[in-house]
């Protein structure tokens, strides 16, 4: 994401060095206006900074080339690149501290602001009451609020930059998670009003109890002219007591007790209630489209401060009424066999558990269960704390718990009886059977780190029957299998064009690039584009581009392959129009295949212009092998490789630098080791299609469906168009939501192809429509909803393409992208 800094005022490399105490290295007029601290991020530009942070798991610094190629040219940094003297027209701004040096521009930006500053902090419901409270007081007031949850040391620095003097009022949420953190956000943010939500256990393992986590928090209101809070919590009012003394406070209470603002709730309903409010100056009622606790004492807390800030109350009441929910918290979903689910993965501590049970006692209808993972930063008593667990569940009615975790194993007899224990989420989705969930209401909360979304994919309703499972515990075999065959130091770059054959760009990019491969090839730029904004850094080559997509490229660091001098010559055009200087290009030389290349006589008209080239730098060298995988034009293929590697030879003379060479590809990686060179590219092999000595392949895509219904037809009555199919018996007949559109070809109609149901290979009946097929099922009791595969693990999709006279790759990618990607580990 961009952080805009303001869109009228431009900061300059020199100012910037001011601003934040560090060191100019570079051109002292460049300028930007937006600002980048995840190298990820699309929009890198000329007008961005990027502060390079340091982390346990990342490093900034690592990214700065990458940067400067796709056009940055202001950098925030720690340490100054070894590179350097590659990077004209850059400029650089050392710190001691890069985190620092980018509060140091927050702090100026705050300096500049002269509107309100209204802080939410506390140890939950933060983020729902910076959102309502924006909500509510933005009627009638000009507000801009922190984006999503950013209220760590970076988020709400990067919150800061987006202030200015166009808003009446910023809403920043600050967080912690352990000492000394709130005072650095307090020095940045300087609120003039502060709202505390509660205070509570979580982040708990860095403090030594809820006292201390009290007092760091009331730290942010260190120099507030108000504070808003709840007087029911005995710890904020003696905290508040003890630090605040001397600050102005507008307190609210829910249970009677002394308050400028008193609330009782006095109606409630499945899906609202009524909150009666009353303080010295006025009395009203506002409804709220929510039933649990936690919601009422958020929109206290909203109430409470939009009174303090003068918002008139009719105003008050319209806004509590269209409250959103806001999906950081819980989200309501529709599961499996009737189960309706409720998911957060927001906060883990027991304070969040009390009211998360809240929340599903005033949304169930029936049976509850509560799925429920370890405390992770919890400090103290074990025991102490899993029997204030249990006695939580029992006190809340649980028909069924399961818990997650070692500590809960370690405690599992607190628990009632019946109670279920795993020692992971692993062991829980290794052992999961659908049919043990049936009608009822299910709580699934978990600390982040045990990756509770597994659970919830399980128990969720599949609205996609059709669908294409992709199993990446078969890619990542598949890719290890290649491997095993490469010289130590030879790279991968992976094909993920057209839809990564199928199987879907972006996650199989994902998965690749942890894996390490050293680059992705797409056929089109626009294919680069949405894995770069998929978060994709590794080096992406564009087979085809063309001069009307040069822009593209450039923008998303996106590398040519340049095949011809017409191409040579736009891209040429291009750099120098942008300023660009050893831009990354790939030569592409026609050795035999006659498709895309130069020509043996143009690779010696490159040797002589390349050498005095500026703008763009090769960086590898390669050809494409026409029939690798037949032995019978084994010849031919090494031919195709001797002519590669005299071009590469006449280059690399001329040009005084080094560049990889590439050759093989999928067929030619298992029978030509001698053409490794620096890299291989790798395609259709990933998904375990086609015969490669000595390697054991798994496929990776099962293309499945459910039956739409069963009926029964007659004997001598026909099926589908053509009135073909007639049988002399009477038949079951299931009926299937897949036709030619999805990719199931026209010839497997009338009993030529077969799919896979209740354990049987059934024979497809009839002609195959556009968006439906049916199959004969008599005798095997199949009843609508049960699970039909076209292809995968019965029907291999090499038997699907040797019947239809075609190749596997033509079957895969002719699936539509509408078709569901399902993505599984098995």
């Avoid at 560049?659 to 590219?681: A, C, T, W």
Wanted: aromatic share 8%; proline share 3%.
């Amino acid at each position: 994401m961009l952080y805009q800094i303001n869109e009228q005022v431009k900061i300059s490399a020199s100012e910037l060095e001011k601003i934040t105490g560090g060191k100019l290295s570079g051109d002292g007029s460049v300028t930007v206006t937006s600002i980048m601290t995840d190298s990820r991020s699309s929009g890198a530009g000329h007008d961005v900074l990027f502060v390079a942070l340091r982390g346990p798991n990342h490093d900034g610094h690592k990214f700065i080339m990458t940067l400067y190629r796709r056009g940055v040219r202001l950098f925030l940094v720690d340490t100054l690149p070894a590179d350097i003297s590659n990077m004209a027209g850059a400029a650089f701004v050392r710190a001691e501290d890069t985190l620092e040096a980018l509060h140091n521009l927050a702090s100026w930006r705050r300096d500049n602001f002269s509107g309100k500053v209204i802080a939410v902090t506390g140890s939950a419901g933060k983020t729902i009451v910076k959102e309502w409270l924006a909500e509510t007081l933005g009627t009638v007031k000009s507000v801009i609020r922190s984006p999503k949850s950013y209220n760590s040391q970076v988020g709400v620095a990067l919150s800061l930059m987006n202030i200015d003097d166009r808003y009446d009022v910023a809403i920043i949420e600050a967080g912690i998670s352990r000492p000394g953190e709130m005072e650095k956000l307090a020095r940045i943010i300087r609120p003039d009003t502060v709202v505390v939500t509660n205070i509570g256990d979580a982040h708990g393992e860095n403090f030594t109890g809820r006292e201390a986590i009290a007092t760091e928090k009331l730290r942010l209101a260190a120099t507030a002219k108000m504070i808003i809070y709840s007087c029911d919590d005995e710890l904020i009012k003696h905290e508040v007591a003890l630090q605040c003394s001397g600050i102005p406070a507008f307190t609210w209470s829910l249970s009677g007790a002394p308050a400028t603002l008193t609330v009782d709730i006095t109606e409630r309903k499945s899906d609202s209630q009524v909150l009666r409010c009353i303080s010295k100056d006025s009395a009203f009622e506002a409804v709220i489209p929510f039933a649990d606790r936690a919601s009422a004492e958020n929109a206290v807390s909203v109430i409470a401060c939009c009174l303090a800030e003068g918002v008139p109350e009719e105003s008050i009441r319209e806004a509590l009424a269209g409250l959103p929910a806001v999906a950081m918290r819980m989200e309501i979903k529709k599961g499996i066999n009737g189960c309706t689910l409720i998911e957060d993965y927001y906060n883990s501590d027991p304070g969040s558990l009390s009211m998360a049970l809240d929340f599903l006692r005033t949304h169930s209808k029936g049976l509850t269960a509560l799925i429920l993972s370890d405390f992770r930063q919890i400090g103290g008593d074990e025991e102490r704390l899993y029997e204030g667990v249990a006695e939580s569940v029992r006190n809340a009615g649980i028909d069924r718990f399961i818990g997650v975790g070692e500590a809960l194993m370690r405690n599992k007899d607190r628990f009632p009886g019946g109670s279920v224990f795993y020692g992971s989420t692993g062991e829980f989705t290794e052992t999961f059977r659908s049919f043990a969930f049936h009608d009822e209401t299910i709580l699934i909360k978990g600390a982040r780190a045990y990756g509770f979304e597994r659970i919830s994919s399980l128990l969720v309703r599949q609205l996609h029957q059709t669908r294409l499972e992709i199993n990446m515990n078969a890619v990542v075999h598949n890719l290890n299998e290649f491997r095993h065959l490469l010289r130590p130091g030879t790279g991968i770059m992976a094909m993920v064009k057209a839809f990564a054959y199928g199987s879907g760009s972006a996650e199989i990019a994902s998965l690749l690039e942890y894996n390490h491969v050293s680059y992705f090839a797409v056929a089109y730029a626009d294919e680069g584009v949405a894995l770069r904004e998929a978060g994709i850094i590794t080096p992406i080559m564009v087979m085809n581009p063309d001069e009307s997509v040069m822009e593209l490229i450039i923008r998303n660091n996106l590398e040519p392959e340049i095949y011809s001098m017409e191409s040579y010559s736009g891209f040429i055009k291009s750099a120098k129009r942008y300023g660009l200087l050893h831009y990354p290009i790939h030569l592409k030389i026609d050795t035999g295949m006659h498709r895309l290349g130069f020509s043996i006589n143009d690779a010696n008209q490159l040797a002589k212009i390349l050498p005095d080239e500026q703008h763009v730098r090769v960086v590898s060298l390669f050809s494409h092998l026409a029939a690798s995988e037949d032995p019978g034009h084994d010849e031919f293929t090494r031919h195709q490789a001797s002519l590669l590697i005299s071009a590469a030879e006449k280059l690399k003379s001329v040009l005084g630098y080094d560049f990889k060479i590439h050759l093989l590809n999928s067929s030619g990686i298992s029978r030509f080791p001698e053409y490794q060179f620096d890299m291989v590219r790798m395609g259709i092999g990933l998904y375990g299609i086609g015969d490669y000595k000595g390697l054991e392949l798994q496929h990776t895509g099962r293309f499945v469906t459910a039956v739409s219904q069963v009926r029964n037809v007659p004997g001598g009555e026909p099926v589908s168009y053509g009135c073909n199919g007639a049988s002399d018996h009477d038949r079951e007949i299931a009926v299937i939501p897949v036709g030619y559109a999805d990719g199931l070809r026209r010839e497997l109609g009338n009993g030529r192809g077969s799919l896979f149901i209740k354990d049987r290979k059934v024979p497809i009946i009839g002609s195959i429509c556009m968006d439906m097929c049916m199959a004969d099922v008599t005798g095997l009791n199949v009843k609508a909803g049960d699970e039909t595969e076209v292809f995968g693990t019965k029907i291999t999709i090499e038997e699907i393409a040797k019947k239809c006279n075609t190749i596997p790759y033509e079957i895969l990618t002719s699936i539509p992208s509408r078709v569901k990607r399902v993505y599984v580990n098995e």
